[in-house]
């Protein structure tokens, strides 16, 4: 109530600065700071009930006022019209300030982008990010063709220092490279599952453990996680008669430990105002989208191995070397040091709860008490997606949408390059038109769907172009009705950069990193059930007229999310409206707060 309280003194304290004169309006003025003052120390005691006597002192000063103001009434000329000409100030004071207001509105629009230019890591971030698309898009149409051969070797006998899998068209490949095929994608799979379960169990607690300590280690070691599996894909090609092809799988799937992509959000939080998360999250896919449209050039210059060697460059150099030198710490001392005090609170919250059940005693034994806390601390990070019920819808639409999403990112290659006959030209034309198209959506569209619709609508078109896109893969006769898939694919991305900016808005400062790392922890659990369920799904539908058709289970799973996001509330999901919402109560509050004023003094006795 206090705070409340001084927020509309000091709005009308501005307000009545703008309406007075250079020289009359000083005096006007030090008379309002007066009267708030004892406003304030009265706490919250009308001026009504001043007058009526209940202390002297302060009605003592009101007839000060009252005489100063009629003093002051007289000097400028105004005798009995003043408290008209009151009014008419008063009205001119409302539409200067509709007229800041607006300027203001205009001017954080046209500074965002000085906004991110001035500001410590995003170019960083964005950066790095384009890197690894670079390096990922140039090894995705490869990863499967090696793998099927080094799996069609070493299950089905087939010989691959004479010939490759990929030198077969789909009609006349051999039994062994088939098997081989099916073999690899149940490798991916299951790295999947393993990625995704790493990346749930630690993800909320590395992003608690960034609001504490900074984000800049944690994003450094996320980048040499990622280099591993690149240099497995290298040692593979350098002897692929000696090492087995799961040591790739396993490898790449060590990045599970600490996820990049929820601590790069988390440092973009840190550096960007609530308005702007929506679209700063979508340039940074931007810089991913655009690295994938520049990958296939390079894929398409290279043979495998070269290709593998330059990814793993890419990763190291433009990665990891790059981060210990030139990435700046994003996160202020002010927010670790809110951060770690909110920890200990929490701590202490904990301990007396245990002394208060009695349990205190179990752990007595310090090794006890940090192997249970440390094996129960991911956990209690992940309950912040059970603070509320908006939290909750928000994890039910990110579990369902990202099972579909990794089945797809996961499943796709493998069964276009199996069953559709793509080379590593269509490939590479395919990961084009999705960077290419995934530059303007999230650099350009994005923007303005959300200005224009709010982020709920945004996250709800997206979801629809989810259930299309997957129905398209599921009865795609041909590479054409594919790209024309990929081509709504881009859209639905959407999703993930207002998925992300919504949660960071509804949450404090010092926790950007926890719930960045819980819900997508989240995601990766939906990210490690969804692939599976989309294999079994694979294997009832592979040998029929429709083999795609497992694809329409991922489209169930986004209905199921777009349900969700339909009953997203309004006021906590779409961050443009709510600022303008707060915007137009504070101006009626302001405006009715001047009025009352200006009654009460003109109800106020004259002695």
């Known amino acids: 109530m206090d705070m409340k309280m001084k927020m509309r003194m000091a709005t009308y304290q501005t307000e009545t600065n703008v309406a007075s004169g250079a020289d009359v309006g000083t005096s006007a003025s030090r008379n309002n700071m007066k009267q708030n003052a004892l406003e304030i120390e009265g706490g919250g005691q009308s001026i009504e009930a001043l007058r009526d006597g209940t202390n002297e002192d302060e009605m003592e000063f009101s007839h000060e006022n009252n005489d100063e103001r009629d003093e002051n009434n007289s000097i400028n000329g105004r005798g009995n019209n003043g408290d008209e000409d009151e009014v008419q100030e008063d009205s001119s004071s409302t539409s200067a300030e509709i007229e800041i207001e607006t300027e203001t509105e205009t001017e954080t629009e046209r500074s965002f982008y000085e906004h991110l230019m001035e500001s410590k890591g995003p170019g960083s971030i964005i950066f790095l990010c384009m890197t690894y698309a670079l390096a990922a898009g140039s090894t995705i149409g490869v990863i499967p063709a090696v793998m099927t051969d080094q ?24 039994q062994a490279c088939i098997d081989g095929n099916s073999d690899a994608q149940t490798a991916a799979a299951t790295a999947s599952f393993i990625s995704n379960t790493l990346t749930f169990l630690t993800s909320s607690l590395v992003g608690s453990i960034t609001d504490q300590h900074g984000r800049r280690l944690a994003l450094i070691i996320a980048s040499f996680l ?50 702007w998360r929506s679209t700063m999250f979508g340039l940074l896919l931007s810089g991913f989208s655009l690295g994938f449209a520049l990958s296939p050039v390079l894929a398409l ?84 997606l059970n603070r509320n019920a908006f939290f909750r819808l928000l994890s039910s639409l990110a579990f369902f949408s990202g099972m579909s999403i990794s089945a797809d990112q996961t499943l796709l290659i493998y069964y276009v390059e ?41 996250i709800v078109g997206a979801f629809i172009c989810g259930i299309i896109t997957n129905i398209l893969y599921a009865f795609a006769p041909s590479k054409a009705l594919i790209l024309v898939a990929v081509t709504i694919s881009s859209f639905g991305a959407m999703s993930f950069p207002t998925i992300s900016a919504v949660k960071a808005n509804n949450v404090e400062e010092c926790e950007q990193g926890r719930i960045q790392g819980a819900l997508y922890a989240l995601s990766s659990l939906a990210s490690a059930v969804g692939p599976f369920l989309l294999r079994a799904a ?35 999901t779409n961050s443009v409206k709510r600022n303008r919402g707060q915007s137009s109560e504070a101006s009626v509050e302001l405006m009715e707060d001047a009025e009352s004023r200006l009654r009460q003094e003109q109800s106020a006795p004259l002695l």
Request: with cysteine; charged share 20%.
């Open 301 to 384: 210059g290279f043979s495998h191995y070269g290709v593998s060697i330059l990814s793993f460059s890419l990763l190291f150099f433009g990665g990891v070397v790059y981060s210990i030198l030139f990435l700046p710490e994003t996160l202020s001392k002010e927010a670790i040091v809110a951060a770690r005090r909110v920890r200990a609170e929490q701590d202490e919250e904990e301990r007396i709860s245990r002394r208060e059940r009695g349990s205190d005693g179990l752990y007595a034994n310090s090794y006890v008490q940090i192997l249970v806390s440390g094996v129960m601390r991911p956990f209690k990070e992940l309950s912040i």
């Open 151 to 174: 799996f069609a070797r070493m299950n089905h006998s087939f010989d691959i220092e004479f010939q490759s899998c990929s030198d077969y068209n789909r009609f006349d490949q051999p």
């Open 418 to 458: 199996n069953r559709l006959g793509f080379t590593d030209a269509d490939v590479a034309q395919m990961f084009g038109i999705i960077g290419l198209l995934g530059l303007v959506v999230q650099g350009f569209f994005l923007k303005i769907f959300t200005d224009f619709m709010g982020e709920r609508l945004v």
């Open 226 to 275: 990622t280099c591993l599996g690149p240099f497995a894909l290298v040692l593979i090609q350098m002897y692929p008669l000696s090492i087995n092809p799961n040591w790739y799988y396993v490898s790449s799937s060590t990045t599970g430990l600490v996820s990049w992509i929820s601590i790069a959000l988390s440092a973009l939080s840190d550096s960007m105002p609530k308005q």
């Open 538 to 572: 694979y294997q009832k539908t592979k040998d029929t007229k429709y083999p795609g058709s497992f694809f329409l289970v991922a489209s169930a799973f986004f209905f199921v999310a777009t349900l969700c996001s339909w009953a997203l509330p309004k006021d906590k």
